[in-house]
């Protein structure tokens, strides 16, 4: 979100999953849409029957490429290099939309259009393993669309140079004059039911709820005023700053609420040795997580069925959440457990209902102020929604960027941290499986889900499994520079020769063992789970 | 638009509507089982069979579009004893064991024959007989119930694009089924099953968990990922039972398999119930003001020697937004640092 954040002003997706019927392109590039995020994928089967045209960038041959016109499958951590390609492909041919870039955007000049020189479809193909012609016909189809949407998931933005990624998303969105209209935009799939939410209410450690800036003295003092307190305008620490904090015993406490960060970050042994070094690790949840595990105060909270409150979806929805069921035993609602905390730490925060939090946001964001439960009861609203009449926003940037223009940004390929070579030959990628749930702790408590997903595997190309002697379900030993796992062998086709899958929802074979904790993106801070290089021996 | 009557009501409605669509935009009732409106129409059941001035035979209303001036009329006794003798022959070849049927209360079929006051059938005959392939752990297919309407081998092509079933055979023997009667193995997305009209498909978790009439409905939205899914949780004895979901929603009533069949979690076994504080390296079970307090004072103890940016707080994108920004505050406000971030906001 980092990355959209510089271009426009605000990161969030920019349009409306309905508003992908109403397309005349789809471009999904790193994002395995039909499996991690179905319904969305059910809008772009509907749109192609409607006659929209469907490109798919992915290095696996993902579900989705079923229904797709052009497929192009580029190795690992090559996205810059291909959207740099199609871009110098619609510069070359003068097809870029010169009125939307010369009154909406701010950027395009000579040192950005330079850059893109060197990058031929020619020599895209000796990086990406994609046909130039396919490039060529990919970027055609994308630009001599009337209405083209970009959709993207942690395909583009889980390496360690995802920020560089999503700014060439968004470059070739600008450049095509792709944005502030239904049916097109730059759309980040979000993979969690409350991510957006999450960001959106601050816990991020740079911004105040609404994006609002921590080191922004008005920002700090309108803060300081509404919540009666004394702030910090020290901007905080970023999750993978606080693991290295602790272990370096720079960090003392934790408090960790529904989040599993043994096994949902990278390098689990480091992420393990950095909790252990904690003085004190509290984590509120609703299953003993692994991350729980190494706890010294676990506290039993609230599933989704037991509580209300709102939640905030993929195409920035806020939503009715209504409580269906009892707590189980003498669990508690994750708000009153913050609350009572807060108590004893001498700030009361006597709030009598979800509501009154929700009033309270209002207040704090403008882009929420209009929203109230009432409101939300139907089908919910789209921030921003100001005012109470205001209808809510299906897709951003009609009326201009909050930035003011949108920002080209030049951006050279970067080949990813590791590459393979002798003693780690193969290109590791990791991700979700249709079945499953992050780490797992809903979802492998769900006998029939259990039943047909019980464990982890490794998608290996037939060719390599041929050369390494495997068969299906055959045990292997997956090494990286981190570690080792050991899982069962799945030959399949749908990674191309040198490239392996594992989804990392196992804990007790997890993908994140192998994965590597540094080399985060430089301004994102987010880890690079989509390439690390292993070696596989059977076991 | 184009003006029509139907029932002597003039109405007006866009061009390329069907007849069965302006009569429900307008509120008037045509009985149907195999359409759905978000699926091609179809013409199968012949349940909507209307008349129209001027045209020797009834027509389907499904798949009949209007045109300027046309005259119908949605029910008389001609229609309506053709509808009837539908749902008897149907009824003819259904086991009628409603009493320990699953759908009973929520089936279209059970509803038209109590409309149509079938206690009796005029129609005997052989029976399908057809041995249970069900080794699947999600839906349960029993195709003696199947009526053929084709919504279930519609939606999951037509929506869900994956074909895993069709009508095979003809006549008597046609029957829906996987690829060479084989059992099922698809996306368990259940579309099928909530389209099915009668109990041929079933929701196997939802299984002898309580009739429909005890069942409460709480709307809410779907835990897993961002898609924003509507849910219907279907509570009984506070248990959720099933789920469902309402078409006029951001996910137009589609769910995926763990949308739709993913929600035993909530009261698993395992759920943590009471606090726990460790002790020796060993979890104790604790009251929660013990916990709270040793919380507190913990965190006070280190805010107090170490400064408060020695403490850190990760939120979760699985919580509320009134949960996150709660959290956020606490940390920001009540500990006083900025060291607050959750794992996916990237």
Same mark, same amino acid.
């Given at each position: 979100?980092?990355?959209?954040?510089?271009?426009?002003?605000?990161?969030?997706?920019?349009?409306?999953?309905?508003?992908?019927?109403?397309?005349?392109?789809?471009?999904?590039?790193?994002?395995?849409?039909?499996?991690?995020?179905?319904?969305?994928?059910?809008?772009?089967?509907?749109?192609?029957?409607?006659?929209?045209?469907?490109?798919?960038?992915?290095?696996?041959?993902?579900?989705?490429?079923?229904?797709?016109?052009?497929?192009?499958?580029?190795?690992?951590?090559?996205? $810059?290099?291909?959207?740099?390609?199609?871009?110098?492909?619609?510069?070359?041919?003068?097809?870029?939309?010169?009125?939307?870039?010369?009154?909406?955007?701010?950027?395009?000049?000579?040192?950005?259009?330079?850059?893109?020189?060197?990058?031929?479809?020619?020599?895209?193909?000796?990086?990406?393993?994609?046909?130039?012609?396919?490039?060529?016909?990919?970027?055609?189809?994308?630009?001599?669309?009337?209405?083209?949407?970009?959709?993207?998931?942690?395909?583009?933005?889980?390496?360690?140079?995802?920020?560089?990624?999503?700014?060439?998303?968004?470059?070739?969105?600008?450049?095509?004059?792709?944005?502030?209209?239904?049916?097109?935009?730059?759309?980040?799939?979000?993979?969690?039911?409350?991510?957006?939410?999450?960001?959106?209410?601050?816990?991020?450690?740079?911004?105040? !709820?609404?994006?609002?800036?921590?080191?922004?003295?008005?920002?700090?003092?309108?803060?300081?005023?509404?919540?009666?307190?004394?702030?910090?305008?020290?901007?905080?620490?970023?999750?993978?700053?606080?693991?290295?904090?602790?272990?370096?015993?720079?960090?003392?406490?934790?408090?960790?609420?529904?989040?599993?960060?043994?096994?949902?970050?990278?390098?689990?042994?480091?992420?393990?040795?950095?909790?252990?070094?904690?003085?004190?690790? $509290? $984590?509120?949840?609703?299953?003993?997580?692994?991350?729980?595990?190494?706890?010294?105060?676990?506290?039993?909270?609230?599933?989704?069925?037991?509580?209300?409150?709102?939640?905030?979806?993929?195409?920035?929805?806020?939503?009715?959440?209504?409580?269906?069921?009892?707590? !189980?035993?003498?669990?508690?609602?994750?708000?009153?457990?913050?609350?009572?905390?807060?108590?004893?730490?001498?700030?009361?925060?006597?709030?009598?209902?979800?509501?009154?939090?929700?009033?309270?946001?209002?207040?704090?964001?403008?882009?929420?102020?209009?929203?109230?439960?009432?409101?939300?009861?139907?089908?919910?609203?789209?921030?921003?929604?100001?005012?109470?009449?205001?209808?809510?926003?299906?897709?951003?940037?009609?009326?201009?960027?909050?930035?003011?223009?949108?920002?080209?940004?030049?951006?050279?390929?970067? !080949?990813?941290?590791?590459?393979?070579?002798?003693?780690?030959?193969?290109?590791?990628?990791?991700?979700?499986?249709?079945?499953?749930?992050?780490?797992?702790?809903?979802?492998?408590?769900?006998?029939?889900?259990?039943?047909?997903?019980?464990?982890?595997?490794?998608?290996?190309?037939?060719?390599?499994?041929?050369?390494?002697?495997?068969?299906?379900?055959?045990? $292997?030993?997956?090494?990286?520079?981190?570690?080792?796992?050991?899982?069962?062998?799945?030959?399949?086709?749908?990674?191309?020769?040198?490239?392996?899958?594992?989804?990392?929802?196992?804990?007790?074979?997890?993908?994140?063992?192998?994965?590597?904790?540094?080399?985060?993106?430089?301004?994102?801070?987010?880890?690079?789970?989509?390439?690390?290089?292993?070696?596989?021996?059977?076991? | 638009?184009?003006?029509?009557?139907?029932?002597?009501?003039?109405?007006?409605?866009?061009?390329?509507?069907?007849?069965?669509?302006?009569?429900?935009?307008?509120?008037?009732?045509?009985?149907?089982?195999?359409?759905?409106?978000?699926?091609?129409?179809?013409?199968?059941?012949?349940?909507?069979?209307?008349?129209?001035?001027?045209?020797?035979?009834?027509?389907? #209303?499904?798949?009949?579009?209007?045109?300027?001036?046309?005259?119908?009329?949605?029910?008389?006794?001609?229609?309506?004893?053709?509808?009837?003798?539908?749902?008897?022959?149907?009824?003819?070849?259904?086991?009628?064991?409603?009493?320990?049927?699953? +759908?009973?209360?929520?089936?279209?079929?059970?509803?038209?024959?109590?409309?149509?006051?079938?206690? #009796?059938?005029?129609?005997?005959?052989?029976?399908?007989?057809?041995?249970?392939?069900?080794?699947?752990?999600?839906?349960?297919?029993?195709?003696?119930?199947?009526?053929?309407?084709?919504?279930?081998?519609?939606?999951?092509?037509?929506?869900?694009?994956?074909?895993?079933?069709?009508?095979?055979?003809?006549?008597?023997? #046609? +029957?829906?089924?996987?690829?060479?009667?084989?059992?099922?193995?698809?996306?368990?997305?259940?579309?099928?099953?909530?389209?099915?009209?009668?109990?041929?498909?079933?929701?196997?978790?939802?299984?002898?968990?309580?009739?429909? +009439?005890?069942?409460?409905?709480?709307?809410?939205?779907?835990?897993?990922?961002?898609?924003?899914?509507?849910?219907?949780?279907?509570?009984?004895?506070?248990?959720?039972?099933?789920?469902?979901?309402?078409?006029?929603?951001?996910?137009?009533?589609?769910?995926?398999?763990?949308?739709?069949?993913?929600?035993?979690?909530?009261?698993?076994?395992?759920?943590?119930?009471?606090?726990?504080?460790?002790?020796?390296?060993?979890?104790?079970?604790?009251?929660?003001?013990?916990?709270?307090?040793?919380? #507190?004072?913990?965190?006070?103890?280190?805010?107090?020697?170490?400064?408060?940016?020695?403490?850190?707080?990760?939120?979760?994108?699985?919580?509320?937004?009134?949960?996150?920004?709660?959290?956020?505050?606490?940390?920001?406000?009540?500990?006083?640092?900025?060291?607050?971030?959750?794992?996916?906001?990237?």
């Amino acid at each position: 979100m980092a990355g959209l954040a510089t271009v426009f002003g605000s990161g969030a997706m920019t349009n409306s999953i309905a508003e992908i019927e109403k397309t005349d392109v789809m471009f999904v590039i790193g994002s395995n849409t039909k499996e991690n995020h179905p319904i969305v994928a059910l809008r772009m089967i509907k749109a192609k029957k409607k006659g929209a045209k469907l490109i798919i960038a992915d290095p696996r041959r993902v579900p989705l490429v079923r229904f797709a016109d052009i497929w192009m499958q580029h190795r690992p951590g090559t996205d $810059v290099m291909l959207l740099n390609a199609m871009m110098h492909v619609i510069m070359k041919e003068g097809l870029v939309d010169k009125d939307f870039i010369a009154s909406m955007t701010e950027g395009y000049d000579e040192a950005f259009k330079k850059n893109l020189e060197d990058f031929t479809p020619e020599a895209a193909e000796k990086v990406t393993g994609v046909p130039k012609d396919t490039i060529i016909k990919a970027a055609r189809m994308y630009v001599e669309a009337d209405k083209a949407g970009i959709y993207y998931t942690m395909g583009i933005t889980q390496h360690s140079h995802g920020t560089d990624n999503v700014f060439s998303v968004a470059n070739l969105a600008l450049m095509t004059g792709n944005l502030g209209k239904e049916g097109g935009g730059v759309n980040p799939l979000r993979g969690q039911n409350n991510v957006q939410g999450a960001t959106d209410m601050g816990c991020i450690p740079n911004n105040y !709820p609404g994006y609002q800036g921590v080191s922004l003295p008005a920002m700090k003092e309108k803060f300081e005023e509404l919540w009666k307190a004394k702030l910090s305008d020290k901007v905080g620490m970023t999750a993978p700053d606080m693991l290295a904090a602790a272990e370096k015993g720079a960090l003392k406490a934790m408090y960790i609420m529904g989040e599993n960060p043994v096994v949902s970050d990278p390098d689990m042994t480091h992420t393990i040795k950095a909790l252990k070094a904690l003085d004190l690790l $509290v $984590v509120q949840d609703i299953f003993m997580t692994e991350t729980a595990a190494l706890a010294h105060v676990v506290l039993p909270a609230s599933s989704f069925a037991e509580k209300s409150g709102t939640f905030t979806n993929t195409e920035r929805r806020v939503q009715r959440v209504r409580a269906a069921t009892n707590l !189980p035993g003498q669990a508690m609602e994750d708000s009153r457990i913050i609350m009572e905390l807060s108590k004893r730490m001498n700030y009361p925060m006597p709030y009598q209902s979800s509501e009154e939090v929700f009033q309270e946001i209002g207040r704090a964001w403008p882009a929420m102020a209009g929203m109230s439960y009432s409101r939300l009861d139907a089908s919910g609203l789209q921030w921003p929604c100001p005012t109470r009449e205001h209808p809510g926003t299906p897709h951003l940037f009609s009326g201009g960027f909050p930035r003011g223009k949108g920002r080209f940004t030049t951006v050279k390929y970067l !080949p990813s941290l590791e590459q393979v070579d002798k003693e780690f030959p193969f290109l590791l990628t990791t991700g979700r499986l249709l079945f499953q749930y992050h780490t797992g702790g809903m979802t492998r408590r769900v006998k029939p889900i259990d039943a047909v997903s019980h464990e982890s595997y490794i998608e290996i190309n037939p060719e390599d499994a041929g050369m390494l002697s495997l068969k299906d379900g055959t045990p $292997v030993k997956v090494t990286s520079r981190r570690g080792s796992i050991t899982v069962k062998t799945k030959i399949s086709k749908r990674p191309k020769k040198g490239v392996v899958f594992i989804p990392f929802h196992f804990h007790e074979a997890a993908a994140n063992m192998l994965t590597s904790g540094t080399g985060l993106d430089p301004v994102a801070k987010i880890p690079s789970f989509k390439v690390s290089t292993v070696r596989i021996e059977k076991a | 638009m184009i003006k029509i009557i139907i029932n002597g009501k003039q109405i007006k409605v866009q061009p390329d509507t069907t007849i069965l669509d302006a009569a429900r935009r307008n509120d008037i009732y045509i009985p149907t089982i195999c359409d759905d409106p978000r699926l091609e129409p179809y013409g199968g059941c012949r349940l909507c069979l209307v008349q129209i001035k001027g045209m020797p035979r009834l027509v389907s #209303a499904c798949t009949t579009p209007v045109t300027e001036g046309m005259e119908v009329e949605t029910t008389n006794d001609q229609i309506e004893r053709q509808r009837r003798t539908i749902v008897e022959l149907l009824l003819s070849d259904h086991p009628n064991d409603c009493m320990v049927c699953e +759908k009973a209360g929520d089936c279209t079929l059970q509803e038209l024959a109590y409309f149509y006051d079938l206690r #009796a059938n005029r129609f005997y005959g052989e029976r399908r007989q057809y041995t249970k392939k069900d080794l699947n752990p999600f839906i349960q297919r029993d195709m003696e119930k199947c009526i053929l309407c084709g919504k279930c081998v519609r939606v999951c092509e037509e929506v869900q694009g994956v074909g895993a079933i069709d009508i095979s055979s003809r006549g008597f023997t #046609a +029957k829906v089924t996987p690829p060479f009667e084989k059992d099922l193995d698809c996306e368990f997305c259940g579309q099928c099953v909530s389209l099915c009209p009668t109990g041929a498909l079933m929701g196997k978790e939802a299984l002898g968990r309580g009739r429909q +009439k005890d069942v409460r409905k709480v709307e809410t939205i779907c835990p897993y990922c961002g898609c924003g899914c509507n849910l219907t949780l279907h509570v009984n004895r506070d248990e959720v039972v099933s789920v469902s979901s309402r078409p006029d929603t951001v996910n137009e009533g589609w769910l995926c398999v763990k949308g739709r069949f993913g929600y035993n979690f909530i009261k698993s076994p395992d759920r943590l119930k009471t606090p726990l504080i460790k002790k020796d390296g060993v979890f104790v079970e604790a009251s929660w003001d013990e916990a709270f307090q040793y919380v #507190a004072d913990r965190l006070i103890a280190i805010k107090e020697k170490n400064g408060p940016d020695a403490i850190a707080g990760l939120s979760s994108a699985r919580c509320t937004n009134e949960e996150n920004y709660l959290f956020q505050k606490f940390i920001r406000a009540g500990i006083g640092t900025n060291n607050v971030d959750h794992c996916a906001r990237y």
